[in-house]
């Protein structure tokens, strides 16, 4: 049997792995997404509140490392496009039936999202339309047609002004039945479009009817997107030595970070308005990590370690699909508790078989997370080993 160190180095060089870039990917961007996998997994399932504190999300306006998971997957998704589409891009033939395959791998994206929220009543008159895997679906298919039709510059030039008409639009534009624009959370005019179109009973919140994943906040994510397809674009050079490369898209990615820094002021960076100010903050800091992995991974060839990330990179979708599946099993079902009342699977496990063993709750919703985290790790790790990539 192989040892994790062996099936990495055999994975890096022979095996296609579904969500990556495809031949001739990267290395640093298999790791990369398996970095962004755990950290999502970490994140998105603790045990209960009071959550552990470094891994949650900011309330509002700002930005914590659990607010970067989502765009470093958007990000991701550009960089592979480019290095899987190139060749369409440049052959009429191969381009007309790659149009179908990112329309069906749309389609599916959007379906498996709304398969989450309807398990396990099925209940179409009250389920969320929009999500995670919607707008991942969304984004790939927007960045996939961009970058088959459109040149860099029309690319760039979209990019400008989607975050600048964003900007104008929600400080702007009167909200109405509301009043003057604003960016609060229920009162925004983002907010207003969803429970028109969507409705209430659509809606990720629908006591409150609010959507993070909304319509208008799309347009700013597919920027994240094309953050991703510049950099892939610029990392494919062929008259550039790589520590050019690295250095420009370091460069980059530093100038984004520092212009989301001062648009923050007047434009808050906010992950679930998707602002402009925190499309270039979360790509400035996904492109610098990029750059990082790929001088280390990719040019110096460092393999040491690297087998966890490349497992969990793997298989990604699958992974993310089928972990909020099984929580949202584990919180749709209710459990007698040992004081006579009822609460979800979910709790039960997290009140009688971690709580009781930690002095403080955080700690204890943080052992939880990494314990959902490793079942999943246990069955990446089991698909890879078979060389099982499952594609969509």
Request: net charge positive; charged share 15%; hydrophobic share 50%.
């Amino acid at each position: 049997m192989q040892s994790v160190d062996e099936a990495a180095r055999a994975t890096t060089h022979t095996t296609p792995v579904a969500e990556a870039s495809g031949p001739g990917r990267l290395v640093s961007l298999d790791a990369f997404r398996g970095l962004t996998v755990i950290v999502m997994l970490l994140v998105n399932f603790p045990g209960a509140f009071p959550y552990y504190t470094p891994l949650s999300h900011i309330e509002w306006h700002g930005c914590r490392p659990a607010d970067l998971v989502f765009p470093f997957f958007l990000f991701i998704v550009g960089v592979s496009l480019v290095f899987a589409l190139d060749r369409a891009r440049h052959d009429p033939a191969r381009q007309r039936r790659v149009l179908f395959t990112i329309l069906r791998r749309t389609l599916i994206l959007i379906a498996l999202g709304m398969l989450i929220d309807l398990t396990p009543k099925f209940y179409f008159t009250s389920f969320r339309i929009m999500g995670v895997l919607q707008r991942i679906g969304l984004v790939f298919m927007a960045c996939s047609l961009l970058f088959l039709k459109t040149r860099w510059r029309t690319q760039l030039g979209l990019f400008a002004f989607i975050l600048v008409a964003y900007n104008l639009v929600l400080q702007l534009v009167p909200v109405p039945g509301v009043g003057p624009a604003n960016l609060e959370r229920l009162t925004n005019i983002g907010t207003w479009l969803d429970r028109l179109v969507l409705t209430q009973r659509h809606l990720y919140d629908e006591f409150y009817s609010f959507e993070p994943e909304g319509i208008l906040s799309t347009f700013p994510s597919i920027c994240t997107g094309l953050l991703g397809v510049f950099a892939g674009r610029w990392l494919r050079r062929t008259d550039l030595d790589a520590a050019t490369r690295v250095a420009w898209l370091f460069a980059a990615s530093l100038l984004c970070l520092v212009l989301g820094i001062i648009w923050n002021s007047w434009f808050p960076i906010n992950k679930q308005l998707w602002t402009s100010s925190f499309v270039l903050y979360s790509g400035g800091i996904a492109g610098a990590l990029l750059a990082a992995m790929y001088w280390l991974l990719d040019v110096q060839q460092w393999r040491r370690g690297l087998a966890p990330l490349l497992v969990f990179g793997t298989n990604a979708i699958t992974i993310y699909f089928l972990s909020e599946l099984v929580d949202k099993l584990l919180s749709s079902y209710d459990v007698t508790m040992p004081n006579g009342t009822t609460d979800t699977v979910r709790n039960w496990l997290f009140q009688t078989q971690v709580l009781p063993h930690f002095a403080n709750p955080q700690h204890a919703a943080l052992f939880y997370a990494l314990d959902y985290t490793t079942v999943w790790g246990l069955l990446a790790w089991e698909l890879y080993r078979r060389r099982i990539f499952i594609k969509i």
